[in-house]
């Protein structure tokens, strides 16, 4: 695993004239690989100081049924510490995308739950860019509900108070496979709804069926002669 920064090191995102947390500033499009650069910035401003966040890395998930299985690329990773010894005790992982197909819907729970299966990360997000674009603070708050021990004490409270009134009123289990909130977006004056997807470790009913298997030993036995 590699470039893996701590939070506190990320430059602080930009703020609008009402003071919101936004993701993009001005109104350009920005490619992929900046809106993860962006979505790891703001998100940095709200973690606890022993939590990391390395973007853009490359894990190997071990054999498969068939032998190795090819390396594979992850958006974003945060990883809380849990001793001087290094040793990590909580992992997450942040995705952001469009809309797929569902072929391609198919092939990414099949690489998620994989990671969760080999013990790579406890939770998976899968996170639509239009979100950040015009919910930001909702997704946040969202995330720090769900799993509350990667944020500050300070940013539970900073995350609470830029949030909507829909998002704390919503009702949020870890459990859950997939989150819909309908929103006033905090840039626009119509409303939205929000669409966060969650995998989560402690959880496998939902994913468990989709991990590729591991590479088992099949015992043989010589054939035995007729006569």
């Known amino acids: 695993m590699t470039s893996v920064t701590p939070a506190s090191s990320f430059p602080r995102p930009p703020r609008n004239r009402d003071g919101v947390l936004t993701l993009f500033p001005g ?6 690989a900046t809106q993860q650069e962006d979505f790891a910035a703001t998100l940095a401003k709200y973690l606890r100081e022993d939590v990391s966040l390395a973007i853009n890395i490359t894990v190997n998930p071990g054999p498969g ?25 909580q992992r997450v992982v942040f995705e952001i995308g469009a809309t797929a197909s569902p072929r391609e819907i198919e092939k ?9 299966d ?8 899968r996170i639509r860019r239009v979100d950040l674009v015009y919910c930001l603070p909702d997704v946040l708050f969202m995330i720090s509900r769900l799993d ?24 949020v289990r870890p459990d859950q496979q997939e989150f819909r909130l309908g929103t006033a977006s905090s840039t626009v004056s119509a409303s939205r709804e929000v669409e966060i997807l ?5 959880f496998p009913a939902p994913w468990r069926e989709f991990a590729t298997p591991r590479l088992r030993r099949v015992a043989t036995h010589p054939s035995r002669l007729a006569g």
Not at 80 to 86: F, M
Not at 148 to 171: D, K, V
Not at 198 to 202: A, E, G, H, S, Y
């Open 198 to 202: 969650r995998l989560d470790r402690r």
């Open 148 to 171: 509350p021990g990667l944020f500050s004490e300070r940013g539970l409270i900073n995350l609470q108070t830029l949030s909507s009134r829909e998002a704390r009123e919503a009702s």
């Open 65 to 89: 049924p068939f032998g190795a299985m090819e390396d594979v690329s992850l958006g974003l990773m945060a990883e809380r510490v849990a001793d001087d010894e290094g040793r990590v005790s």
């Open 108 to 116: 990414r729970l099949i690489r998620d739950a994989t990671l969760l």
């Open 118 to 125: 080999r013990d790579l990360t406890d939770a998976v997000y």
């Open 27 to 32: 109104s350009a499009p920005h490619e992929p």
